[in-house]
C-alpha cells in the first residue's frame, strides 16, 4: 500500500478554527490560539514545550480543565477526562476492529501477535487509561494526584470584536487547599508579574503624562519632608526613579565636560597647522618649512610616561648588553661598537627598540588637520583606570534616548484598539450595503425571470393553439 503524507497547509481550516486566526498574539511563544469552544492558551507548560510540538496539535486542548481560575489539574483528573472522552468518542463513532495506541514499537508488535492478543498497559504508563474504557479510570499513584500548576492557563477572556486578550491578576489566590497551607498563587509566574507591572506602570505613565510620565513620580525636596522623601526613596521604585535621575544628571555633566574637552582641543588642534601658511607670526616675514612632526601634538605625555618608557627601555638595554658581552667573549663582534662610559664599564653602541601601542585622537568635523598622540596608552600609568573602564563599562546597557510625542503607551494601546473597531465597524457597514444591493440585485433578477417565464409559457400557449386551429380549418376542407 502506498503511503502519501498529509500536507497540513493543504487541508482547509475547520470552520471551529477560522474567526480565531488572526489573532495578534498568536506569535508569542507557548501561545495557542482559541476556538468556538475554548479561550486562548497560554500557560508556563506551553511556553516551555509547546514549541517541541505542532501547535495545530495542540488547538483543541484548552478546556475548562486548565482554565478554571485557581484550581490546577492533576494527573488523574486529566486522564479521566481523556478516557471520557475516548468512551464518548467510541460510542459516536465505534470502531469494529482493535488497534494498539501509538503502534511504532515493531518488537511489541511482534510479542502480541505471538501471544495473538494485544499488550495490555502498565499501571502508571501515559495511557493506561486506555485498557478498559467501560470501567472509570482511577489511580493511587501520589503523582497522579498532584496539581499541575504548570498546566493552568493564565488567559482569562478574549474580545475578538477589539482584538483584546486579558489574562489572570498574578495575586490571584486559589481556594483553601484540601491539605494544610497557605493559599497558593498558580498564576504568580515571571511572565505574569513581568507583563502586570508593565500594565501598572503604564497607567501611572498615563496618570502623570502631564508633570513628564512616571519619571516625575518621586517627590522633590520642596515638597515633602525628610521623613516622606525617605520612605519614598527607600522603595523599590523610588530606587529606580532615583537611580535613573541620578544616572540623566550625571549623563548631562559628562556630556557637558565632554563638549568642553573638545572646545579645549579644537583651539589647540589649530597651532601646528599655523606653519603652512605663507606668512610668518608678524604677518610679513617668510614662513619657515613645515616638518612631519608639526602636524603632530603629544597629549598626556608627563612625567609618569617619560619615566615609564625608560624603565620598559632600561630593562630591554640591560638583556641586549648581556648578550652582546656573551657575543663579545666569543668573538662575534668587533671592537669598535664598544665604548667605555665615565664608571669603567664597558657598553655596545646601538638603538635599543620597543614596541608600544600608541593611540591617536583627531577632532570630529576637522577633516585631516592635527593629530593628538598618546604614547604608550596600554603601559600609561595616567590612562590605566580609563582603560579598564572602558573595557568594563560600569552601565552595561541603557536604552538610546528618545523624545517621542506626550503619548504614553496606555494611550497608543487602547487608541489603536478604538480606531480598529471604528475601521471593522466602518468596514461592517459597508459589507452589510452590499449584501442589501446585492440582495435588491437578486430580488430584481428573480422577478425578471418570473416575467420571462411567463412570457414564454404565453407564448407557447398562443402557439399550441394556433398549431390546433389550422388543424381544424383542414378537416373541414376535407370533409366538404
Keep these: 500500500m502506498d503511503f502519501t503524507p498529509i500536507d497540513l497547509k493543504a487541508r482547509p481550516l475547520p470552520a471551529h478554527l477560522a474567526e480565531h486566526e488572526d489573532d495578534e498574539n498568536g506569535w508569542q511563544s507557548g501561545y495557542i490560539k482559541g476556538t468556538d469552544f475554548s479561550l486562548p492558551y497560554n500557560s508556563p507548560w506551553s511556553r516551555r514545550y509547546g514549541n517541541e510540538v505542532a501547535q495545530d496539535l495542540f488547538r483543541g ?138 500594565d501598572c506602570l503604564e497607567r501611572l505613565d498615563h496618570e502623570f503624562s502631564s508633570s ?127 665604548q667605555q662610559q665615565r664608571n669603567g664599564v664597558d657598553y655596545a653602541r646601538g638603538i635599543v627598540p620597543v614596541t608600544i601601542p600608541t593611540r591617536y585622537y583627531r577632532i570630529m568635523g576637522q577633516g585631516h588637520h592635527t593629530l593628538f598622540v598618546l604614547p604608550a596608552y596600554d603601559n600609561h600609568p595616567g590612562v590605566k583606570y580609563f582603560k579598564e573602564l572602558e573595557e568594563k563599562p560600569t552601565i552595561v546597557a541603557t536604552p538610546m534616548p528618545t523624545f517621542p510625542a506626550r503619548v504614553s503607551e496606555w494611550e497608543k494601546k487602547y487608541d489603536g484598539r478604538v480606531e480598529k473597531a471604528k475601521e471593522l465597524e466602518l468596514e461592517n457597514a459597508q459589507l452589510k450595503a452590499e449584501v442589501v444591493r446585492g440582495q435588491e440585485g437578486l430580488r430584481q433578477l428573480r422577478a425578471e425571470m418570473e416575467l420571462l417565464a411567463k412570457r414564454a409559457e404565453g407564448a407557447a400557449h398562443a402557439q399550441v393553439e394556433a398549431q390546433t386551429g389550422k388543424g381544424s380549418r383542414g378537416v373541414s376542407t376535407g370533409r366538404k
Excluded at 99 to 105: E, L, M, Q, R, S
Excluded at 117 to 138: G, K, Q
Excluded at 235 to 258: D, I, K, Y
Design 212 to 338: 513628564g510620565g512616571i519619571l516625575s513620580l518621586l517627590p522633590t525636596n520642596a515638597e515633602h519632608g525628610a521623613a516622606d522623601l525617605s520612605a519614598a526613596r527607600n522603595s523599590l521604585l523610588g530606587q529606580w526613579l532615583l537611580h535613573t535621575q541620578t544616572l540623566t544628571a550625571r549623563l548631562h555633566e559628562l556630556e557637558r565636560a565632554h563638549g568642553n574637552a573638545c572646545l579645549a582641543l579644537a583651539g589647540e588642534a589649530h597651532i601646528p597647522h599655523q606653519v603652512l601658511s605663507e606668512l610668518g607670526p608678524d604677518g610679513r616675514s617668510g614662513r619657515t618649512t613645515c616638518f612631519p612632526q608639526d602636524k603632530y601634538i603629544l597629549v598626556n605625555a608627563g612625567e609618569d610616561a617619560f619615566e615609564h618608557i625608560h624603565l620598559i627601555l632600561d630593562k630591554l638595554e640591560a638583556t641586549e648588553q648581556e648578550r652582546h658581552k656573551v657575543y663579545k667573549e666569543l668573538g662575534a663582534v668587533g671592537e669598535a661598537i664598544w
Design 61 to 198: 486542548l484548552n478546556c475548562g480543565y486548565f482554565s478554571t481560575p485557581g484550581v490546577a489539574p492533576t494527573l488523574l483528573a486529566l486522564k479521566m477526562h481523556a478516557q471520557a472522552l475516548c468512551r464518548l468518542i467510541q460510542a459516536i463513532d465505534p470502531t469494529e476492529d482493535p488497534k494498539k495506541i501509538a503502534n511504532t514499537d515493531d518488537a511489541t508488535n511482534h510479542i502480541a501477535a505471538e501471544a495473538d492478543v494485544l499488550p495490555r498497559y502498565d499501571p502508571s504508563e501515559a495511557f493506561d487509561f486506555l485498557d478498559d474504557l467501560d470501567v472509570p479510570y482511577y489511580n493511587d499513584d501520589p503523582s497522579h494526584h498532584k496539581p499541575l500548576t504548570m498546566l493552568l492557563n493564565e488567559v482569562r477572556s478574549r474580545h475578538e470584536a477589539y482584538g483584546a486578550t486579558t489574562y489572570h491578576c498574578p495575586f490571584h489566590k486559589a481556594g483553601k487547599p484540601r491539605e494544610h497551607g497557605a493559599p497558593a498563587k498558580p498564576y504568580a509566574t515571571h511572565q505574569s508579574l513581568i507583563m502586570h507591572a508593565n
